[in-house]
């Protein structure tokens, strides 16, 4: 038989246990181009979470009754492909909490079915050389891309993808800080090359920060949300870069807990990029973009407002009006 | 003499008129380099609220006693410099509120004069030819780069940025839409091409914007901040662009008033980056970064914790233990 947990049904507050049922079903036969594998090593991961919650996430979520969604890594028993044999190792994201698993190797999406690479632990194609790795990767070598001697922060630094973001932060020249719950975690991050670690659970969590960050934080790789991620916002240096990869902090709480509205949940969904803009920085293309500004006006296509106050003696009535949105058009003051 | 309003102090929560206080000086004289100004112009803009806040800002305020920061144009009635004389127009970041300023030419920063160029009003180097347009400029060429078919949400659409923004994105092909304060104001931006507009004072606005915005926001240029900016964000389309450049609606309140923490300030001083993350967008980079990971790991300089469960039947449990916190690793379920 094939001991699966199925969902149960969603959770309303932090997901509990009892949100699944286990299960048992007969051990499926693969069709033509399928194959049936004996799982060795499910993955957990936080993104599951927003697989079981009942509103709309990035990808399809579990609907109760369904087989729990998750990666694994396990061996082939059956194999109706001709690629594939008996023994072989298989990592998919497609696997489901089930002692057995059928999947298509030739199909896209989760039902894919990758090579488990020789010499490598079996399970590190759940973790560092599967997809936290890869996340870690692209958040620092596309994304964040810190430079030699800038302070790479990293939230749930011990965890999945942390570890990895760490070591690859290390390796760029970067200097990595740990923010973890405990401080065997944190010694562990500091064996890992990180060069300092907060604990988040310090009621001087901020203060610690500054000391580990003197210069502020160039890189934030956040996987946590929170009132870490308020922390760290808060000491970010100019032109920092900030990665919102994960939530872990905030995604299970309750649903009538409200903690005011935080990006960060939107920002990885949408996969928005968000970037602050102050203009002085671009001041070199000023001549550039006023040619471009002045030949749209000469063409008829830029036409603008004005707001003009008269007097100097107006001067803070202007600005105030402004302030309270009563201008219409570009506030000006005309002496 | 010359009238010039000066800082009385900072405020404490909006700023009113009693914050500044209008003195007399003598008209002072050019030392070599430095020419004198009449002012014609005053420019009024939203970062001036920062100059006057006591808190750091991205560049130095006002203190009390100094002469009110700002830009201007005006014309040059005495020149020690060679290349100004007696009725040039002169624009300059470094004016400041009053009759007549001092600059010098050829100083770096706010001192610094430019000529106002012919064949356009003078005042336009105040506005869409100038610091304003620029802002409009760089945020939609440089970071927002909208698609033709885009929609682009524009907030604060009637004001100095917003007027200028929502014509270059309709001359680069895309939708843009206005959020404004008044049915007034946005008649005006319809005027100017904006293809849809929403009053922020609507009780409606988050399912008017919907209307607007079918396919949602690809884009969002955020002039305002506060509730304007969290309804936005809750309709952003995937892969969208958000320019935090503003936050008018929010930056004067009085500071007992908690807001919640929103990002937007310190996005806007340390212009930092801010982009969801989800790996399987990186999918085909899957290949490339493993043979990264493994090679850092076959050198000894990747190292990982895994944190292990044992058997398929605490595959929940393992999922609430690494949701609390209490896993220490990667969090694996070994079947």
Chains 1, 2 share one sequence.
């Not at 036969?29 to 936080?46: A, F, K, T, Y």
């Not at 999947?103 to 989760?110: M, R, V």
Request: proline share 7%; glycine share 10%.
């Amino acid at each position: 038989m094939n001991r699966q947990w199925l969902l149960d049904h969603h959770p309303e507050g932090p997901a509990t246990a009892d949100c699944w049922r286990l299960a048992e079903a007969p051990v499926p036969e693969p069709r033509p181009g399928q194959i049936l594998v004996r799982l060795r090593w499910l993955s957990m991961d936080p993104y599951m979470r927003g697989r079981i919650a009942k509103g709309p996430n990035y990808a399809a979520g579990v609907r109760p009754g369904e087989v729990m969604q998750g990666g694994g890594v396990g061996e082939v028993v059956a194999s109706n492909h001709p690629d594939w044999r008996a023994g072989d190792l298989v990592e998919a994201m497609g696997m489901g909490w089930q002692d057995y698993a059928l999947l298509s190797p030739d199909a896209p999406g989760s039902a894919r079915a990758n090579r488990v690479p020789e010499g490598v632990p079996e399970q590190a194609t759940l973790s560092w050389l599967g997809m936290p790795g890869l996340t870690a990767w692209i958040g620092l070598t596309e994304i964040a891309r810190p430079m030699p001697g800038e302070t790479v922060v990293i939230s749930a630094a011990s965890g999945a993808v942390g570890q990895v973001a760490g070591q690859i932060a290390a390796a760029m020249g970067a200097r990595p800080v740990a923010i973890a719950g405990s401080d065997e975690k944190l010694a562990h991050c500091r064996d890992l090359g990180f060069v300092a670690g907060v604990n988040h659970r310090s009621p001087t969590l901020a203060k610690e920060l500054r000391a580990a960050c003197p210069e502020g934080v160039h890189v934030f790789f956040d996987n946590t949300g929170g009132v870490i991620h308020d922390t760290v916002l808060a000491q970010l240096a100019t032109h920092a870069r900030v990665i919102v990869c994960g939530r872990i902090a905030v995604v299970d709480r309750p649903a009538d807990q409200d903690i005011g509205l935080r990006a960060s949940s939107r920002l990885i969904v949408t996969r928005a990029r968000v970037q602050g803009l102050i203009v002085f920085d671009w001041w070199h293309r000023r001549e550039e973009a006023m040619a471009h500004l002045a030949r749209l006006w000469r063409e008829g296509r830029l036409n603008y407002r004005e707001d003009v106050v008269e007097g100097l003696e107006n001067a803070p009535e202007a600005f105030l009006r402004m302030m309270a949105g009563q201008n219409f058009g570009k506030q000006l003051v005309r002496l």
